[in-house]
């Protein structure tokens, strides 16, 4: 509030900057009750109205009311007729009524010097909005710029909410002055003047889908649009004015589908006609290409946060993915409008790009891979990968991709051949469960397919598919033919070099009950491929897995024919026997009774619970007590005889009924655990009718006429470990064939997949270990062709070798000349060094220095990441026992190698891997390769 100067442009004043003045003056009237000012009060405004004075001005800290009455008049004399009316009319001010006369007389000199003594200031005042928006604002003072924008303090009055603008403390910034002024004018924010919630681009493209904010924009006055345009570019970047240039044109709900379609301006495919078709999507506007470059970065990067956001779940995933899927079907529509469906094949956002990903990854693959092609479809599965949409929009179909590629892996390698000899047979079925049982698995999820998938993508893969079954079906020939030679003559004594099914209790299941007994979850039906995939989901950081032989889980051969049964039974009692759940009950206490256990076996119409409880009360009784526990969970065969084949192929925890709890509740009473089969199974892959034969008794096998030659799709299996056919059976070794009608899935024949029974052990933690057993690391079951190099950096760690007595001491020989000391190894250098034996004060009872030191050294050859499995297994390797939980070993390495605090060894993948950052080691540790 100042003096008014002679000739001072006339200023049209409204309500609130009457109020404003009112606000300053009121509180030095000492009794005045009128307030002359320079302008012309706003045509319309309100003639009298009630205002609040601030708290602090009334004596009880209640805010004052006073009653205005405003009087524009144009001249001396008009004034003094407004004031003295005002008098007549409230003689006595007793109500607190205060005239306002705004003059725009060009010369008030004569004015009385009465009326002038009446006047608060004894002046006439004049209107300073920038000190009004100041007041509103509840600060003390101002921003010079704001001054410097002519336009701004008039915006600002007219935009001021209902409840008035938010205090801003003590000085009114033009940054807090425009946050507020862009959230009341257009919604652009949230009006507030920290830097909690910053306008960014995100903010920006995110308002230009509002339904009201882009077309308030557009109404604004040129000038405020402008300055508006001005302070969001030096906010938000170069993007803004081109984003804001698309709104004023009323295209703001295809900003940034026209961001996406950009793109084609920098993909390997840009033509002229491609520029010139962008160009006529975004019309008239400073849309230059280096512009339009840096808007379509902005709009990605806006977009691949929401596909982050979308992905990782949470209660605005959904929101994010529907916005996502708008812009970029909107972005479809566009480049289809201009013709830019070639030009953008290569984009990583459009469904389109994905698709076009997909078609350039099925052109390298061949169904007789070396080792150039298999990179080229590696180089091409990582594009597919790389796609910001593979993950939200198209799992199944990059796992489908992934399948494929690891059978073009799986197809270079030499053919595989079975051993030669009496252990043909259990060399075959460990094989079938670390290798070949991972290619079932391949092929399993890329028969089911996807029907939504591009024709030319589904034909390249059933390429890929026949030519791995071509060369599974040759090795279930081999192992047929020597299966039938073993058969003759392996017994339970005798089993020649394999593990039979009778002995799985006995030679893995007792050794962990001499630790704690243990919970044998059979899994009817379970084959190497849902095992592979089991194992995979339960490992650590939940379990450790192991193993009586180090580097590989164990397979036994199941009875013959390949039947519950016969399967089952044989290997719950441990022997040679044929029954149903009563002979498996009782053959079960007894087996487990001669070696000192009590124990119990629950079937299928044993585990459900009361209400309220997913398991019966017996079992969780059983499982916190002290006795071995046996379930049965018949899922998998159940599904397989019902027509009901898992989805995609797959068989996870979860789909397995009860499987979680039960897990869960060993675990909780630190039980071990071995997920076993009583037999494998395969799938319905052929649309073919049943064949014609004589005697058949499953799907699968069959007891043939005397002197009959099996033919070429069946083997003859006669011997002791027959228990069907009076020990004469024909079984069918090719998975493609069956006996009996359609089913989803059929055992009892003699192929690889029926024959091998997985064997997975389970520990809560290394304590339960067994003399003599070796942990095993996802690395070591693993095969090399499952994953490729670039992506894990998985290199199979060393493991514990049995132990064995120490040689004897030899006499020294005398040195040679040509003797070199062996080099020492990157881990042997670091703990060797001075800076390890000062962390290794502060770590009391740590790991053993030949521990550390092969742990990082087996952490260099995976190129620094390995799972905590396989760093167990690392320190065992030294020479000592695997640490006895991995978690808490590896906290003790972190405080040994993070130096200072930096991030030499931590954990990834929710704590189920560790990664050794190599070059900060040897930074840290002073140390060379």
Do not use: C
């Not at 894990?792 to 040679?816: D, I, L, N, V």
Request: proline share 7%; charged share 20%; aromatic share 4%.
């Amino acid at each position: 509030m100042t003096q008014a100067t002679t000739g001072a442009a006339v200023p049209e004043i409204d309500q609130r900057a009457v109020e404003a003045l009112l606000w300053t003056a009121l509180p030095h009237a000492k009794g005045h009750r009128l307030v002359l000012v320079h302008g012309r009060y706003r045509e319309g405004a309100p003639g009298a109205f009630t205002t609040r004075l601030v708290k602090d001005l009334a004596q009880d800290g209640e805010p004052e009311q006073r009653r205005v009455h405003v009087s524009h008049q144009s001249s001396v004399l008009g004034i003094v007729d407004a004031w003295q009316n005002h008098l007549a009319q409230h003689p006595d001010g007793s109500g607190g009524d205060v005239l306002v006369v705004t003059t725009d007389a060009p010369d008030t000199r004569p004015m009385p010097l009465d009326l002038r003594g009446q006047a608060i200031g004894r002046s006439l005042l004049t209107v300073d909005r920038v000190e009004i928006v100041k007041q509103r604002f509840g600060a003390v003072d101002v921003d010079p710029r704001i001054r410097r924008q002519l336009w701004l303090a008039d915006a600002l009055l007219a935009a001021e909410p209902p409840g008035g603008w938010p205090p801003v403390g003590s000085v009114l910034t033009l940054d807090a002055a425009m946050r507020a002024l862009v959230h009341a004018r257009i919604g652009l924010g949230d009006g507030v003047s920290t830097d909690a919630v910053p306008l960014d681009a995100e903010a920006l493209l995110t308002w230009s889908r509002t339904p009201g904010g882009p077309a308030r924009f557009a109404t604004l006055q040129p000038e405020e649009r402008a300055g508006l345009i001005d302070w969001l570019e030096s906010a938000v970047g170069d993007s803004a004015p081109l984003l804001l240039a698309l709104v004023q044109d009323g295209r703001g709900d295809d900003a940034m589908a026209l961001g996406v379609v950009s793109a084609a301006l920098t993909g390997p495919k840009t033509t002229a006609d491609a520029a010139l078709a962008v160009g006529a999507l975004f019309g008239s506007g400073p849309f230059r290409p280096d512009v339009l470059r840096h808007y379509t970065r902005a709009v990605e990067g806006v977009l691949a946060r929401w596909i982050t956001q979308a992905t990782a779940g949470g209660p605005r995933s959904a929101e994010a993915r529907t916005r996502v899927l708008e812009v970029l079907e909107q972005a479809d529509r566009l480049a289809d409008r201009a013709g830019l469906r070639e030009a953008l094949a290569d984009s990583s956002f459009l469904p389109s790009g994905f698709r076009a990903r997909l078609r350039a990854l099925a052109t390298t693959l061949t169904p007789r891979p070396d080792q150039r092609a298999v990179t080229a479809a590696e180089a091409a599965l990582h594009q597919v990968r790389s796609h910001h949409l593979a993950n939200l929009l198209f799992p199944e179909q990059v796992q489908l991709a992934e399948m494929a590629v690891r059978l073009e892996r799986w197809l270079t390698a030499p053919q595989p051949a079975l051993a030669s000899g009496s252990g043909a047979v259990g060399a075959a079925v460990r094989a079938h469960l670390g290798d070949w049982g991972w290619a079932d698995r391949a092929l399993n999820r890329l028969w089911a397919g996807d029907g939504a998938m591009d024709p030319h993508v589904n034909e390249a893969y059933r390429v890929v598919h026949e030519a791995a079954r071509a060369r599974r079906d040759h090795l279930d020939r081999q192992f047929a033919k020597a299966l039938a030679i073993w058969t003759q003559h392996a017994t339970t004594s005798q089993p020649e070099g394999a593990v039979v099914v009778e002995d799985v209790l006995r030679h893995i299941a007792a050794p962990l009950a001499a630790q704690r007994p243990p919970l044998i979850l059979l899994l009817d039906g379970m084959s190497s491929a849902v095992a592979a995939q089991l194992g995979e989901e339960l490992g650590a950081p939940r379990w450790t897995e192991a193993a009586p032989e180090a580097g590989r889980r164990a397979a036994a051969v199941a009875a013959i024919p390949s039947i519950t049964t016969v399967s089952r039974a044989t290997l719950l009692t441990g022997g040679l026997v044929t029954g149903g759940q009563s002979v498996e009950k009782d053959g079960f206490a007894a087996f487990w009774r001669r070696r000192r256990h009590e124990a119990v076996l629950f079937h299928k119409a044993d585990l459900p619970g009361p209400a309220g409880h997913r398991l019966a009360p017996e079992i969780v009784t059983a499982i916190a007590g002290d006795g071995v526990v046996g379930v049965v969970l018949n899922t998998i065969d159940d599904a397989l005889d019902h027509g009901q084949e898992s989805s995609k192929g797959d068989w996870t925890v979860g789909s397995v009924r009860y499987l979680s709890e039960l897990l869960d509740a060993a675990r909780g009473q630190g039980r071990p655990v071995m997920l076993v089969a009583d037999h494998g199974h395969v799938l319905d892959r052929t649309t073919e009718g049943p064949l014609t034969a004589q005697g058949v008794e499953s799907a699968r096998w069959r007891i043939g006429l005397p002197n009959e030659q099996p033919g070429d799709d069946e083997v003859h299996l006669a011997g002791p470990r027959v228990l069907e056919g009076g020990g004469s059976i024909t079984a069918l070794w090719r998975e493609e064939k069956r006996y009996t009608p359609r089913k989803a899935g059929y055992h009892g024949g003699a192929a690889l997949a029926e024959m091998t029974v997985p064997v997975l052990v389970l520990l809560p933690s290394a304590e339960t270990l067994p003399p003599g057993w070796a942990v095993l690391s996802p690395e070591a079951v693993t095969p090399p062709w499952w994953h490729d190099a670039s992506r894990t950096g998985a290199t199979a760690a060393p493991q514990p070798a049995p132990a064995s007595r120490p040689a004897a001491r030899k006499t020294a020989e005398p040195a040679r000349l040509d003797d070199a000391p062996t080099p020492l190894s990157l881990g042997a250098k670091v703990v060797d060094t001075g800076v390890y034996a000062a962390q290794k004060q502060f770590v009391r009872k740590g790991p053993e220095r030949k521990a550390v030191a092969a742990v990082i050294d087996a952490l260099l050859a995976a190129d620094g990441t390995l799972s905590l499995a396989a760093v167990s297994a690392a320190a065992a390797s030294s020479g000592g026992r695997a640490p006895r939980n991995a978690e808490f070993f590896v906290a003790a390495l972190q405080r040994l190698l993070n130096v200072e605090g930096y991030p030499v060894l931590g954990l990834i993948d929710a704590g189920a891997r560790v990664k050794l950052d190599i070059t900060l080691l040897k930074d840290q540790f002073g140390v060379k390769a």
